[in-house]
């Protein structure tokens, strides 16, 4: 009886998976799952890897669970975000549940599309693993870039160390305009500017000068009044 089922099973799966299928020998065979990767960021386009699973009928199956091994087909480069090596135990433990739910019925096919979605599944949570990783490292650049634009919060102790650095920098300014000015009377010589006496004035003819000016001063107003 369950040769039978194996036969009937093994010519339904020919029919669904036409060109992923490989014979090994009468109770053995591979078929080849492509699973549906989603965008990881990359701008290139990754071929979706091939993971091989290979089937193997026990002599009273479906009354037991059938042999099952997952691989790559040779020479198949490593597929991102997946170790076949190290996820083969995890991936093909997650369909014990499967198989004893379908024991004693063909459970091939649905071991199959199982498989695959378990396979998407893990994929998906190790890019989203990775992204996460991305945008932390982004927001942290980001805010160490936006720090250099709002300067240092404001605190009592900041605020006295730079009203105690600011008085500094004015002492020293004055110090510095006062030694200045000493060198500049120095170059002059030391010499004070003069202050000429009432007589030294009308002798040098300033006095008069000035008396003619208010004199002409005083006409010119004269001359604006009205009549």
Known sequence: MGREEQ?????????IFPDEITDIDEKSYRIAIKPELPHDGNDEDVEPPTFLLTITYPPSYPDEPPFLDLSLPPNAPKPPHID???DRPHLLSSLTTTI??????AMIYT???TLQENIETLIRERIAVVQKAKDKEAEEAEAKENAKFHGEKVTRESFLRW??????????????ERLRREAEMKGKGGKKEE??????????GM???VEEEDAELEDAVEGLKVV
């Open 7 to 15: 036969i009937e099973e093994r010519e339904v799966l020919d029919s």
């Open 84 to 86: 076949i090596s190290a």
């Open 100 to 105: 004893s739910e379908n024991i004693g019925i």
């Open 111 to 113: 071991l199959v599309t």
């Open 163 to 176: 009203r105690e650095k600011f008085r500094d920098e004015m002492d020293m300014r004055e110090e510095e």
């Open 195 to 204: 202050k000429l006496t009432g007589r030294e004035l009308w002798e040098r």
């Open 207 to 209: 006095v008069g000068k």
